[in-house]
């Protein structure tokens, strides 16, 4: 068997949610032929932020709001409540737009207030930007995941954006299990397909440092010919960018939870090339991921032998 049979990338083992973000029922209505409406990576674009958060302001220990970020109608849209320590409450709703191709997102609160921003993603961020009618100022909204946090920065300008000046700086870190009792099994399956979005994103363009982060420094694969490969090995595959994917793609899809494990299978379908090599295989695979106190981690990926070609 030749290397490329026995060696499989990060990406092609890890839990890929191209096609099935949005939850477990996705894949399997993928599997069984049904198209999803917002099943494509775009849309997954923003999963990061999805999650049950304490929020704080940038390098203060102090609490200001809790904030709980969703998918909603069948993870075509992020709806974002936010309540703020002083009262002060808001709600978001962020999707994208494929016409056009950029995110938008609308927020209300209970003062009155309303904007409207749109961007894109940008190096990895999330990038929003539009006009505070109220205040007759441009502002712009950066949303980063930072070691499985998410820092929110904004800043706004008042002279047509030839200056800008900060506005907020806040960190978005997730509730502890035990801080959270209302929180459900399917609550962390979305979690972990969330992260699991950002991840397959990053291998498909090898970006390291988000590989960097998912991965706990203790990861081990296993392919299904008993070649193992560590963190340091799949962190030096992406920067060297020797591989390059045409089609990453999964099916059959399952999430399941125990506690503070939870482990993904299914089946994916990989097509590109290996140092101008051409590949295609399709493999099962198992991964495991283990919640840390600072959130999920990807420990554990066991693959199968490619399968046999179907017969033409």
Known sequence: ????????????????????????????ALAAGHRTSCATPEYREFD??????????????????????????????????????????????????????????????????SLEIEGNVERGDMVLGGKDRAAGTLLRGVWKPVNGAVRETAVTSSDGGKTWKPWFDVVFR???????????????????????????????TNDAATLDRVLSDDFVLVTGCGKIYTKPDLLAEARNGHVHYDRQEDTEQTVRVWANTAVVTALLTEIGTEDG??????????????RTPSGWRYVFGQSSLPLPKSPP
């Open 1 to 28: 068997m030749s290397r490329l049979a026995c060696r499989l990338k990060a990406g092609a083992v890890t839990l890929g949610l191209l096609c099935a973000a949005s939850s477990i029922l996705d894949g399997r």
């Open 48 to 113: 990061f932020w999805v999650g049950d958060w304490d929020v704080f302001e940038t390098g203060s220990p102090t609490k200001v709001a809790d904030a709980r970020v969703d998918r909603i109608l069948d993870g075509c849209v992020l709806h974002e409540d936010y309540r703020d320590a002083d009262g002060h409450r808001g709600q978001s709703f962020t999707n994208y737009d494929a016409a056009r191709r950029v995110w938008h997102q609308s927020w209300v609160t209970n003062r009155g207030e």
């Open 174 to 204: 997730r509730k502890p299990q035990e801080a959270d009792p209302t929180r459900t099994v399917a609550d962390d399956r979305g979690l972990v397909a969330a992260l699991d979005t950002e991840y397959q994103a990053a291998v498909k």
């Open 277 to 290: 090599k051409p590949f295609e295989y399709k493999v099962w695979f198992s991964d495991t991921y283990v």
